[in-house]
């Protein structure tokens, strides 16, 4: 009988300081956190492990008009990865700009933009068998959305359209059995939300989301099948 029990061990620091004047909001924090898991998982004797860490300063403000709120963020990030003797570092700047516009008290229009990351958690560093996977690119992404809100005493919709530009989206590649990257990707879509209540007893919900995922490039070693 295979032995499929993963031996993991994580320790996590957050905490944050809030500021508010007026109109004004602004919170800021730091975000620390240290992984690991074992290696081979079916050889109870190795003792190979793949480390995980990270540290991330954050701040996000928002002033409000009245009629408009505009909002405001980043965060820094530095991030290690270690297995035996191997190591590989990144260090990360996201941000995000919102605005949310009310035209009545039931209907408000909001974007963001924002330029964003995702580091490979340790998990994603092994196949599927437990074997060490080899480091994998961190994911950078653009996005663009837009969306209504309609708001009324029995009924709260939100439409929203985005657009997403990727490099190095993370992937399982299914042929291979390994965590790898694609080059350059791009994805768009809608997302649709419908609440209504009839009545204390009875409501209905309704949500909806299309996307459409384009591969752009991808390096010829992915082996993935057309």
């Not at 204390?200 to 991808?218: F, G, K, P, Q, T």
Request: with cysteine; aromatic share 12%.
């Amino acid at each position: 009988v295979l032995d499929t029990k993963k031996k993991y061990h994580n320790n996590a620091v957050d905490s944050s300081i809030k500021y508010q004047n007026g109109p004004l909001k602004v919170i800021s924090g730091i975000q620390a956190w240290d992984g690991m898991r074992n290696a081979d998982v079916w050889d109870k004797s190795s003792t190979d492990t793949a480390k995980k860490s990270n540290m991330g300063l954050f701040a996000q403000s928002s002033y409000d008009t009245g009629s408009t709120v505009f909002s405001l963020g980043a965060r820094g990030e530095w991030v290690n990865y270690t297995w035996q003797t191997d190591d590989s570092k990144y260090d990360f700047l996201a941000y995000d700009l919102g605005i949310n516009k009310s035209f009545s008290d039931h209907l408000s229009m909001f974007s963001n933009l924002n330029y964003a990351f995702l580091a490979p958690d340790v998990d994603r560093l092994f196949d599927s068998a437990g074997t060490f996977n080899g480091f994998i690119d961190p994911t950078m992404s653009n996005t663009l959305n837009i969306g209504l809100n309609h708001t009324t005493p029995t009924n709260k919709a939100k439409l929203t359209i985005y657009g997403v530009k990727l490099k190095q989206e993370q992937f399982y590649n299914p042929v291979t059995y390994v965590n790898t990257n694609i080059d350059k990707s791009h994805k768009y879509g809608l997302e649709l939300q419908n609440n209504h209540v009839f009545n204390n007893a009875l409501s209905v919900s309704v949500n909806y989301a299309y996307v459409r995922a384009i591969i752009d490039h991808e390096d010829t070693n992915l082996n993935c099948s057309n």
